[in-house]
């Protein structure tokens, strides 16, 4: 009878050790992904900021903005699939795709204005 209760408590134990293996197990992954997910939702916001603030310098700000862009759009979707909030994610990919447009109208921008002083020295008689 005695061995009936120890093999009891070994196989309940065993059970019980299992069951908080695999909660430490989920608990670790939640985490490391929540966080995975956190770090490419600050990162893509940074960039974008950085992005934002070189927008007046056109093709440099596209160094920043493009990768900004990607790394929004990647963590967006891992906080949507971790039911995290993506609220910077959001931000970077807005800000991201905002900087883009200002620094492609720049460039616009400055390539009329050189052709229109190349067109006026062009036509400029001495």
């Known amino acids: 009878m005695q061995e009936q209760i120890r093999q009891l408590q070994q196989q309940v134990g065993q059970q019980q050790l299992q069951q908080k293996q695999e909660n430490i197990k989920y608990a670790v992954d939640y985490t490391v992904n929540t966080g995975v ?3 490419l939702n600050i990162t893509g916001f940074v960039l974008s900021l950085v992005s934002f603030f ?3 310098t056109g ?7 493009v ?3 990607i790394i929004s759009i990647i963590g967006i979707n891992k906080s949507k699939q971790m039911e995290r909030p993506y609220g910077l994610g959001t931000a970077g990919l807005i800000i991201s795709i905002v900087s883009i ?26």
């Open 67 to 69: 990768p900004a862009l």
């Open 101 to 126: 447009f200002i620094s492609f109208i720049l460039i616009l921008i400055g390539i009329l204005f050189v052709s229109s002083w190349i067109d006026y020295f062009n036509n400029f008689k001495f």
């Open 37 to 39: 997910s956190l770090y």
């Open 54 to 56: 070189l927008a007046w």
């Open 59 to 65: 093709i440099i700000c596209w160094i920043f903005a």
